[in-house]
């Protein structure tokens, strides 16, 4: 079995060659490719100051190119995020309102500290591979989550490269599931979480109206970059459309299975003031987790996608 990526931090250097496109001054950044599957790190630009069309085009291209991008020592607020974040299409406000940012509902609190016996966050957000908000029928085109507060060890993420994943599929499995669609749902998994973890809120009705099962297609093409890509999660995908379910159930186990391979992986291990963007249109992504006695908070913001096709 190939061993799964992590990468140490590239020593950083200030140069660069661009020159400003407008008269905003411009940053001296760089993107540098990680050696694994999916992934680069973006050293020297500070997302809280002004990025001029130039600087925000390369950014826009390295994460079409690399689908994970780690924005390396962003010490900034959670309004530079939601603003920065914002560039990139409008925000999603998550259903689980328990834990969004006080005055900042566009921010998720990923945590899995508690204050007074009561959960600050979401501590559980995303132990099964997923990609976020499959369950609506805009799923998003990319997250961003910045480090609050790191355990001393553990708490890394993963994602997972589904090009990678559709392109080593056998051709006979190509062509089985290339026309298929699959029905994605936020409740899948929620009861069995909430067993594990009482401290997951009770949704209410309004809750679960917000979340009404959606139906994709298993293989969507990356609207920017016309890449197939497959698209069913273990977290929230129950069923392909039209199979009899123990016939759905072995094709989807079987999906689930190759889409996170080794050789698809990048293991992230974040350090401090790390903000990092996925493509969710390209990724999956998993939480390792964090022993209960270490304190993680991480603050999410989500854009919202088109319509898969
Ligand atoms: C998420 O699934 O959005 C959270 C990932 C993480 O906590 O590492």
Known sequence: MTAIATVPRTKPTATSTDSAADSIPSQAFEVRRFDAPVGAEIVGLDISKPINAIEFARIHRAHLDHHVVVFRDQNV?????????????PLEIHVLHQFHLKNHPEILIVSNIKENDEPIGLGDAGVYWHSDISYKPKPSLGSLLHAQELPAEGGDTLFADQHLAWEALSPKLQQKVLHLKAEHSYLAKYEDLRAKNPWRPKLSQAQIDQVAPAVHPVVRTHPETGRKALFVSEHFTTRIVGLPQDESDAL??????????????????????????????????????????????????????????
Not at 77 to 89: D, H, M, Y
């Open 252 to 309: 989807l186990a079987e999906l689930f299975a190759h889409s996170v391979k080794a050789e698809f992986v990048y293991r992230h291990a974040w350090e401090t003031h790390d903000l990092v963007f996925w493509d969710n249109r390209s990724l999956m992504h998993l939480a390792a987790g964090t022993a209960d006695n270490l304190r993680r908070k991480l603050y999410r913001t989500t854009v919202i996608g088109d319509t898969p096709r």
């Open 77 to 89: 607020s959670p309004e530079a995020q939601i603003e920065f974040s914002r560039r990139f299409g």
